[in-house]
């Protein structure tokens, strides 16, 4: 199976993923897509991954046609958005629309979209998690395939966004071990 990771920041789940199929023969991260100039970008050169960025300056329909075109390429089976901060069209989901994931770091359907962590914490919530859920035309909307939550505790919101992080790294490659047999 041959993944690609979307992202559009740190990249710290498109490291992590990448590093735990390093050594499985079934799972290869062959690509990486990005939306923007990010650090992501950077871990891909260091990780000896091809990339991608796309050009924001065309309409959606277009540059998702490029992006379809390098898929193809490719050979990509399978999609991670990881931190990828753009919609994606109806052009990618016709054509891996069930084979698109995306992780979001609440108990969804709390906290969709931005600053998540910061809501749930805002709130007071006891408990903070992730999810992992298939990417449909909606923001943060399709079906979820796995949720995982910590105990807030008296930790700080730079704690809980931290703890955050590693349970995200841990699940989401669990997760798509499931999805990618
Ligand atoms: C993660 O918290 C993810 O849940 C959210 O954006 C963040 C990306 O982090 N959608 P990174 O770029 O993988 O470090």
Partial sequence: MRLAVFASGSGSNFEAITNAFSKDESVEVV????????????????????????????????????????????????????????????????????????????????????????????????????SIHYVDKGIDTGEIIAQDKLLRGDSSLEEVIERIHELEHRLYVNTLKGLMK
């Fill in 31 to 130: 690509l990486l897509v990005t939306d923007k100039e990010c650090f992501a970008l950077e871990r891909a050169r260091r990780l000896v991954v091809k990339t991608f960025t796309l050009d924001k300056s065309k309409k959606r329909s277009l540059y998702e046609e490029d992006v379809l075109c390098i898929l193809k390429k490719e050979r990509v089976d399978y999609i991670a958005l990881a931190g990828y901060m753009n919609i994606i069209g109806s052009t990618l989901l016709s054509e891996y629309g069930g084979r698109i994931v995306n992780i979001h770091p609440s108990l969804l359907p709390k906290y969709r979209g931005l600053r998540a962590i910061e809501r749930a914490y805002e709130n007071l919530d006891s408990e903070i998690g992730v």
